[in-house]
């Protein structure tokens, strides 16, 4: 153990920038936190801004210094929205709204796009990975996976994304990696 958050969370997502990772949103037991925190060393925190709904179950990427936080789940209710964080400025705002609510999602660049794979949709299981333009909210298909998941551990390497286990709605230890076209 190498430090203490400043309250306990769970359900929250972690972006780096640099040297420097950001902590959005999650439950601390009593409720959804609106916070996004900001460490470079796992000890001392700083408060970078408010979101502008608090959500858990999120998906996020970084695109320079703007995170994007995608869907998620807001007291109890999957959200549509798209919020973005200037992680210099600290402003928050929701950037767009996707077409449909979504919370378990992975999110993630490769090629110079931002993608969206899986995730829930109500009690559904989504298999499709779809582009996003983070700005309009707007989803164009441009994969499915092998099956519907949500809640995968994702992790880029070069120019692969790992989508790692997850549930639909058991439990899964699949692998699936995803390649850029070209």
Known sequence: IVGQLPEPRS????????????????????????????????????????LKVAVQEAGAVAIGS????????????????IQSVNVTTGATAIAGRLPVSLSGESVFSLGGAVFVAGGRSGASYRNQIDSLNPATGALAR????????????????????????????AQLKT????????
Do not use: C
């Open 11 to 50: 359900g929250a997502v972690a972006v780096a920038i640099g040297s420097t990772i950001y902590l959005l949103g999650g439950n601390d037991g009593s409720g959804d936190i609106p916070s996004v925190l900001s460490t470079t060393d796992g000890k001392t925190f700083h408060v970078v801004g408010q």
């Open 66 to 81: 703007t995170i994007y936080l995608i869907g998620g789940v807001s007291n109890g209710v999957q959200t549509a929205d």
């Open 142 to 169: 441009s994969a499915l996976l092998p099956e519907g998941l949500a809640a995968a551990a994702t992790a880029r390497v070069g120019t692969s994304v790992y989508l790692v286990g997850g549930e639909n709605p």
């Open 175 to 182: 692998v699936i990696r995803i390649t850029a076209a070209g």
